[in-house]
């Protein structure tokens, strides 16, 4: 079944925002290393940003300065805010939760960054 739902997306003008919502519906959210990664048509899937579950993050060379990870334990939801919007930036964003040796990802919600 599906563990990961993503929501947030949509169409936005160059230099707009977002923010990109994920819940997990499994309470080892709580002790998961969560990530967003995306994937543009014709290209590989590449890491957007991720968060510890103690709250240490990394980020995509391409989104730093623009992008933040936040993640909130109490809702069992990962964030992505998004300034700053490119046209490189459209793509699928997907969720992924990564714990121990398990891994699982979202489905994906499209962002697409267009005038």
């Known amino acids: 079944q599906v563990q990961l739902v993503e929501s947030g997306g949509g169409l936005v003008q160059p230099g707009g925002s977002l923010r990109l919502s994920c819940v997990d519906s499994?309470?080892?959210?709580?002790?998961?290393?969560m990530g967003w990664y995306r994937q543009a048509p014709g290209n590989q899937r590449e890491l957007v940003a991720i968060?510890?579950?103690?709250?240490?993050?990394n980020y995509g060379d391409s989104v730093k300065g623009r992008f933040t990870i936040s993640r909130d334990n109490a809702k069992n939801t990962v964030y992505l805010q998004m300034n700053n919007l490119k046209p490189e930036d459209t793509a699928k964003y997907y969720c992924?939760?990564?714990?121990?040796?398990?891994?699982?990802w979202g489905q994906g919600t499209l962002v697409t960054v267009s005038s």
């Open positions: 499994r309470t080892i959210f709580r002790v998961s290393t």
């Open positions: 968060i510890t579950k103690g709250g240490s993050t």
């Open positions: 992924n939760r990564k714990v121990f040796t398990e891994e699982a």
